[in-house]
């Protein structure tokens, strides 16, 4: 070659710039159906990410449904304690008394009462002879904790001392119940076993046996007001059959 471009390469030369050219300009701009493609995946993500937050939700049941199902519940709870009831009443009496309890107060129980009452005995016995108001005040009803501290005042004040200890209770039977006025009271007979002696000042033995384990009957009477939060049962009566 002499250095000079002939005809055919410069328009060789032209074609391929063109070409170059234009297929730039189409991979670097977007077209209208691009556009389109492009809007709709944009749409489609949304709603994915849409339903992704509706499954986060928890949705709550209908409210006839939602209380249908524990008044279902607490209708078994008291067939079954009523159909029990005659195991823990001594007559018909009794069971008409614990059955007026019952209805007034779904959550009641003669075998959980029974259980309580028998805990809360031995702890009032145990109080009473080492003299602990403090634990006598909370179980016990305004007169009968009056009762019991004037008692215990007055073995201080003679300078006697009660040595006791409880061996346990052979029997607990309900044998009184009642609800009056939103009020529901239950007896029970305790039969328990306890080793009791009363010491004077100097130490001496006045009352009991420190040695003899002796049978001892109580009939207590227990309330509580059916409408109140608090579900502890009180002492409100307390009489001896020894």
Do not use: C
């Amino acid at each position: 070659m002499d250095g000079r471009i002939d005809l055919i390469t410069l328009i060789s030369l032209i074609v391929a710039v063109v070409a170059i050219w234009k297929l730039r300009s189409v991979l670097g701009r977007r077209t209208s159906d691009d556009e389109a493609r492009i809007e709709q995946r944009i749409r489609a993500q949304q709603a994915r990410e849409q339903a992704a937050g509706r499954d986060k939700v928890v949705t709550l049941p209908r409210r006839d449904v939602e209380e249908a199902g524990p008044v279902r519940a607490d209708q078994a709870t008291v067939s079954e304690v009523e159909a029990r009831l005659k195991t823990y009443a001594s007559d018909p009496a009794v069971e008409r008394g614990l059955l007026a309890i019952l209805r007034a107060e779904p959550s009641f129980d003669p075998e959980h009462f029974l259980s309580g009452a028998k805990q809360a005995y031995e702890m009032i016995v145990t109080a009473f002879a080492e003299g602990n108001r403090k634990i006598l005040k909370d179980l016990l009803s305004r007169e009968v904790f009056d009762g019991f501290t004037a008692a215990i005042a007055d073995r201080e004040k003679r300078g006697e001392q009660i040595d006791q200890s409880f061996v346990g209770i052979n029997r607990a039977d309900i044998v009184e119940a009642e609800l009056k006025n939103g009020i529901a009271q239950i007896t029970v007979k305790f039969v328990s076993q306890l080793i009791s002696a009363t010491r004077d000042r100097s130490g001496e033995v006045i009352h009991g046996d420190p040695q003899r384990i002796k049978e001892v009957t109580d009939i207590w009477s227990f309330a509580r007001e059916v409408a109140s939060r608090n579900p502890n049962w009180r002492l409100v009566a307390t009489q001896s059959a020894n």
